[in-house]
C-alpha cells in the first residue's frame, strides 16, 4: 500500500528557510517521479519541482532558492526551501507518479501542509 505523509510547514518571515518531508511507503524511488506542488488561494495547483532517476527540474519561480531530494534510506522526499518569498505562500503537496503512455501522470498525493511566508 502506498501511502505518503508530510511534515514540515508552517509559518516563516521572507527570506527565512522551511525544510518540507514526505515519508513515503510502498515507493520504490527507482521508479516512480517524485514532486512537490503548491496551490494558493484561488490559484491552480502548480509544479515546484520533480525529480526522477533522470532528471531534476524546478519551476522558474523558485530555482536557485528550492532544492528537491530524495534518501533512499528513510524514503523519505524532501523539499527545502530557502530565500523565502510571500509569493510562496501556498499549501505544498508531495507527489509520486510514473511515466505512461500519455504521459507523467502522480497517481498519490500527500496530505498537504501549509507554508505561509508573512512578517
Known amino acids: 500500500q502506498v501511502q505518503l505523509v508530510q511534515s514540515g510547514g508552517g509559518l516563516v518571515q521572507p527570506g527565512g528557510s522551511l525544510r518540507l518531508s514526505c515519508a513515503t511507503s510502498g515507493i520504490n524511488f527507482r521508479r516512480f517521479v517524485m514532486g512537490w506542488y503548491r496551490q494558493a488561494p484561488g490559484e491552480q495547483r502548480e509544479q515546484v519541482a520533480i525529480t526522477s532517476l533522470v532528471t531534476t527540474t524546478y519551476a522558474d519561480s523558485v530555482k536557485g532558492r528550492f532544492t528537491i531530494s530524495t534518501d533512499n534510506a528513510k524514503n523519505t522526499l524532501y523539499l527545502q526551501m530557502n530565500k523565502l518569498r510571500p509569493e510562496d505562500t501556498a499549501v505544498y503537496y508531495c507527489?509520486?507518479?510514473?511515466?505512461?503512455?500519455?504521459?507523467?501522470?502522480?497517481?498519490?498525493w500527500g496530505q498537504g501542509t501549509q507554508v505561509t511566508v508573512s512578517s
Open positions: 507527489a509520486a507518479g510514473q511515466i505512461r503512455n500519455n504521459g507523467l501522470q502522480f497517481d498519490y
